[in-house]
């Protein structure tokens, strides 16, 4: 814990003219590089936690790196600010990290370079599907409090449901980075993530939708609200999108047909591939 957080001296204001002068918990993010076959790829800010399942996990959910079994090693600096990957690529998907980028609305500004091409040209078909009692215990589980977010405030939470009902979390300033990291942390695993549950706490914006496509994850719960390309592009890969998930309620957005129970209609859209790409949902 104490690695991740510092303690400064601040200034507590109230309404009623009060102060205080009093310790604050604070996160301490830092600049994680990151290697890739000997050359350097990129740089993060980052919770210094789990550096090579978000290196793992990040490189896969971009393509990059198409299979666990295409890693040769990975490994993090004893420093803890750079992880070392040596692996099997490939070069069109790393050619696109470097031509046109997209930043997004992620926690930190993500960049995201999978909006194009093959990569995206998917539509997740799994029979996966969660009970609507398991959909309200899944969500208790995750509201389990964190102590570094007790602490800070200032941390997102990714988890990962698996079919045996273990689970697999992880935490980030970043949400983008949390979910990054907590599909690299199952990869590292061998984990099958096509029958997994993913659920977070922040928003789910368009790449967050897509990180968990490229994991062939069926059913992503958040908290938080989604935003109309989120919903739009869960829509076209199959992912079952469920938002606003506390207070005893939540937003089913698309394919709801794997939630039971849910006495929804499900359309013929709802069931069946279609022949958009990513790309036309900037334009519609």
């Not at 930043?103 to 078909?125: H, M, P, Q, R, Y």
């Not at 799994?126 to 589980?141: A, D, G």
């Not at 606003?244 to 359309?267: V, W």
Request: proline share 2%.
């Amino acid at each position: 814990m104490q690695e991740f957080t510092k303690t400064i001296p601040i200034t507590r204001l109230y309404k009623d003219g009060r102060q205080e002068h009093i310790q604050d918990c604070v996160i301490r993010e830092q600049r994680i590089a990151l290697y890739l076959n000997g050359k350097k790829l990129l740089s993060s800010m980052s919770l210094p936690q789990d550096q090579d399942a978000y290196a793992v996990g990040f490189l896969m959910s971009e393509g990059v790196i198409e299979s666990i079994h295409d890693i040769q090693s990975v490994e993090i600096a004893q420093d803890g600010l750079s992880v070392h990957i040596q692996a099997h690529i490939n070069e069109q998907n790393i050619q696109n990290l470097f031509h046109e980028k997209t930043l997004t609305s992620g926690c930190c500004v993500g960049v995201s370079a999978n909006f194009e091409g093959k990569i995206v040209e998917k539509f997740i078909s799994t029979k996966v599907q969660l009970p609507i009692k398991r959909l309200w215990n899944l969500i208790t589980r995750f509201e389990a409090p964190s102590q570094l977010f007790e602490s800070t405030g200032c941390v997102h939470k990714a988890m990962l449901v698996l079919e045996d009902e273990s689970d697999i979390i992880s935490q980030d300033v970043g949400r983008h980075n949390a979910i990054d990291k907590v599909v690299g942390k199952a990869r590292l695993q061998n984990v099958d993530t096509s029958r997994a549950v993913l659920i977070v706490s922040g928003r789910l914006s368009m790449e967050m939708v897509i990180k968990a496509a490229m994991h062939d994850i069926a059913i992503v719960i958040s908290r938080s609200a989604t935003t109309e390309l989120g919903i739009k592009s869960a829509q076209l890969l199959g992912i079952t999108l469920v938002g606003f998930a506390r207070n005893g309620a939540c937003n089913i957005y698309t394919h709801p047909q794997r939630i039971l129970h849910t006495n929804t209609h499900t359309s013929k859209s709802n069931t069946t591939t279609q022949t958009t790409t990513l790309c036309d949902l900037f334009s519609s």
